[in-house]
């Protein structure tokens, strides 16, 4: 009896998809997948100190342990005007450029995903940093490429 357990454990192991643990942040109705590859830190009761002539995404820098950082607004990013109301902040470190700060509508969240749960659809009408969308139970995620975001905004705020 005890070897029958043990081969219908290993059937159900081997049959349930893994899950792949992701965060995930919201910009109004839309929701945006953090990529595995980053480091986030959600920061609390920073102030942020406009900038004249910022560039339309920067909602201005924050002075975080003797650092500034700039500050997206994703709002403006993502929507197309500014956050309406007190966001959240999150400081976020891509492996190949400098740490940055996102505006959000509340805490991440973190999702239990599986391969088996997930369905890739690409829009044709995402931007360029939005390869393509997931729907996670009855729920569309933005797959978002922040390093190509944040190479986009280098590449534009250059000029």
Not at 25 to 31: D, E, L, P, S
Not at 72 to 96: E, F, S
Request: charged share 15%; aromatic share 6%; with cysteine.
């Amino acid at each position: 009896m005890g070897d029958e357990q043990q081969a219908r454990g290993a059937t159900i192991s081997e049959t349930s998809a893994p899950l792949i643990s992701r965060f995930c942040y919201r910009i109004g109705a839309h929701t945006l997948l953090l990529e595995a590859t980053l480091t986030a830190e959600v920061l609390t009761t920073q102030t942020i100190h406009a900038l004249p002539f910022a560039p339309d995404w920067c909602a201005g820098l924050v002075s975080l342990r003797g650092d500034l950082f700039p500050v997206m607004d994703m709002h403006k990013v993502v929507l197309g005007k500014p956050a309406p109301h007190q966001t959240q902040l999150l400081l976020i470190q891509h492996p190949q450029f400098s740490p940055i700060i996102l505006t959000c509508d509340g805490f991440p969240r973190q999702l239990k995903l599986s391969d088996a749960d997930l369905t890739e659809y690409t829009p044709e009408n995402l931007p360029s940093w939005i390869p393509h969308t997931l729907q996670h139970n009855g729920q569309t995620l933005l797959a978002a490429d922040h390093g190509r975001l944040l190479r986009q905004i280098r590449q534009t705020t250059n000029r």
